[in-house]
């Protein structure tokens, strides 16, 4: 069992995905229970799907000096980068505490696949990758840490984390080992993934993609939607932020049964869940809120519904917020680390968009409609394929 | 801190030349090494998972295997980092080919196979392993990278940890962007105290700002510059071959990585 960790405070934070750029705009979304699923127009062939995507991702190009960075990816990091004043922010660390004494941590699962797609796309005539895409750093999986890393002039560790779905929430453990050690004073962590042929029709093909734009829970659900997002946060000790809202906690495992589907039991959720708790020297009674993985799958939904109903009490609050910017897949993890900190910060437990008649595995903790409360402790769930599992405990400086 | 501690308790190996870590030693002292087999045993893989799995799992799975058993450990208890320069290079290379064709007729195994923590979802179900796994890049540091995560994931928890390292040969356009062009992979358990099975013991210190000498040298013509992770972990893997010395490297772009090797009493 895990034993308590020093709680980190999140000095900074900030989202940017379908609902919009930056926090302001995700809590105006949620408090009107307006998600911002559309039809697909993005693939590069007709895939009847709803998609969650961001709007002026194209023409957030990069300054010159980072130009060899180009591709869809980064542009959303160098847009996700802006709002909220992270730049300034993770700048004012480096200075605070030298360039490498900053962890980069970040996660994505397909990283600028998108370029290499294109690019195949438009071989040359000797079939070869054309003149303008010939450029060998991004078609490799870090290319999302090495171009933020380059941008924010940090020097320390820089590693990008890639375990699909749960990629993004496993960046804060990673950081958190980090500091614990004194390795860094700080860490930005977070994560972009932008749409992609790959995942489009990846998911697809397994026949996971919902028709209608994605219903979490629900009876009737038909699968996910897959949308993209850009998040960070900043990470340090306590000391250098007291009032900020805090990492409590993290859980990661592994459910050891199957490539793309979880297990029935929910024993790497339940695994990791437990982890967080421990880590955060909690009670499941004393969580008010969890943000769910809740994809829309017909598994995942019926097997985590079945994990959180029978752990927490009815007075635990619940939801999936998949229904408003889609399956955002290794950016899921900071996405919803981001909604978890604003349903603190803001009181809002919000409702699961899309959910109207909840699967019968589901508990009293589900929120349908938006609930206005108190909210001290919040969890986030993101388990990826592979059967990989991460769990985010946070709360707020005591009073 | 800018250094920590770990000890070496397993060592797995493998490229077209040397099928495990006792050829790379009697290779080093001289000795005549016959190559392995050209398929991987990935013998730790049920029959079944073996024909199913893409050749990047089999290779990762064959180091992690090895080093496990050398250092007698349940595999089931070890928390794993796997780490990949470039991932499954011939995935990309098929997925790209066919979405470019025909997106609607994408395989769906080949899609979840293509997910960068492919190994080390086959590995924790074939292993039973429910402990965290992760799967980690950093371009040309990939090494260093995964090298200092397994370590710092070792001291802070205090627990054994699994390091795989592991490339495959490039293919097709994308093949091309990375030079990646043969198999590698090795694989380390490293704990956190001394122990029965302890190897060597590794103290690894943070050199920040080392940007020039990070820098690759002319190429040699040497094999291990055919692949990202064994070109980084080629010093390091010699040294333990030796069983002394000290190498640096790259953790990131710009931030070195003392390794110091001091053998245990």
């Known amino acids: 069992m895990s034993v308590p960790i020093q709680p980190l405070a999140v000095s900074a934070y900030t989202a940017t995905s379908a609902l919009g750029h930056g926090l302001e705009s995700h809590v105006a979304a949620l408090a009107a229970s307006r998600g911002a699923l559309r039809p697909n127009d993005f693939s590069s062939a007709p895939l009847a799907c709803w998609i969650g995507r961001v709007d002026g991702v194209e023409e957030a190009s990069l300054p010159a000096a980072h130009a060899v ?22 700048l004012d660390a ?79 453990a990673n950081a958190e080992r980090l500091i614990r050690l004194g390795l860094v004073d700080a860490a930005v962590v977070g994560g972009v993934d932008t749409l992609c042929d790959s995942v489009l029709f990846g998911f697809n093909a397994l026949e996971l993609v919902s028709p209608e734009p994605c219903r979490p829970f629900d009876q009737a659900r038909r699968g996910i939607s897959v949308g993209e997002a850009a998040g960070f946060a900043l990470l340090e000790r306590i000391e250098a932020a007291p009032r900020a809202l805090r990492l409590l906690g993290y859980g990661e495992s592994s459910d050891a049964h199957h490539m793309s589907t979880p297990h029935p039991d929910g024993l790497g959720a339940e695994l990791a869940l437990r982890d967080a708790l421990a880590r955060a020297g909690l009670r499941a009674d ?31 609050r619940a939801s999936s917020t998949k229904g408003y910017t889609g399956h955002t897949l290794g950016a899921a993890g900071i996405l919803e680390a981001a909604f978890s900190l604003l349903a603190i910060q803001y009181g809002l437990v919000p409702g699961s968009l899309g959910c109207t008649t909840p699967d019968a595995a589901c508990g009293p903790q589900l929120a349908l409609e938006n609930e206005q409360r108190q909210i001290n402790v919040a969890l986030s769930n993101s388990f990826g394929f592979g059967g990989n599992n991460a769990c985010l405990a946070f709360g707020r400086a005591p009073a | ?54 050749e990047s799992v089999l290779l990762a799975v064959e180091v992690a295997g090895q080093a496990v058993a050398m250092s007698e450990r349940s595999a089931s208890e070890l928390p794993c980092v796997f780490s990949s320069a470039y991932g499954d290079q011939l995935i990309s290379d098929y997925m790209c080919a066919t979405l470019a064709l025909a997106p609607t007729e994408l395989s769906p195994t080949r899609f979840h196979n293509s997910v960068h923590n492919a190994p080390a979802g086959y590995w924790t179900i074939a292993t039973g392993c429910h402990a965290a796994s992760s799967a980690i890049c950093a371009g040309p540091a990939s090494f260093g990278a995964g090298l200092l995560e397994a370590a710092s994931f070792s001291q802070a928890e205090q627990r054994p940890v699994l390091l795989v390292c592991s490339d495959i040969a490039g293919s097709g356009p994308v093949g091309e962007m990375n030079g990646s062009r043969t198999n590698f992979g090795c694989a380390l358990v490293l704990a956190p105290e001394q122990g029965l099975h302890s190897l060597a013991k590794l103290v690894l210190t943070l050199e920040p700002h080392a940007g020039l000498a990070l820098h690759p040298g002319p190429p040699s013509g040497a094999w291990h510059e055919a692949n990202a992770t064994a070109a980084s972990a080629w010093p390091l893997l010699q040294n333990l071959a030796h069983g002394e010395g000290h190498c640096t490297l790259a953790a990131a772009a710009t931030l070195a990585l003392r390794v110091s090797m001091e053998k245990v009493a």
């Open chain 1, 94 to 172: 480096r200075q605070r505490y030298g360039a490498a004494r900053v962890a980069l941590v970040l996660a994505t699962s397909t990283a600028s696949m998108g370029a290499t797609e294109e690019a195949y796309r438009r071989l040359d005539e000797q079939g070869q990758i054309p003149p303008d895409l010939r450029r060998p750093l991004i078609h490799s999986p870090h290319s999302l840490a090495g171009f933020v890393a380059e941008a924010l002039g940090l020097e320390g560790p820089c590693l990008t984390v890639s375990t699909a779905c749960s990629s993004s929430a496993k960046v804060f």
């Open chain 2, 1 to 54: 801190m800018s250094s920590l501690s770990v000890f070496v308790e397993g060592i797995g190996l493998w490229s077209p030349a040397l099928g495990d870590f006792a050829a790379l030693r009697a290779q080093e002292h001289g000795q005549a090494v016959t190559p392995p087999p050209a398929k991987l045993p990935a013998t730790f893989l049920p029959a079944n998972e073996r024909r199913r799995a893409p």
């Open chain 1, 69 to 90: 960075w180009e591709c869809r990816n980064n542009r959303l990091a160098w847009l996700g980068l802006h709002q909220d004043h992270f730049l300034e922010r993770a």
């Open chain 1, 286 to 316: 004393q969580v008010d809120y969890i943000n769910l993985h809740g994809t829309a799958s017909h598994k995942n939904d019926e097997v985590e519904a079945a994990l959180i109903a029978r752990t927490f009490p009815a007075s635990t």
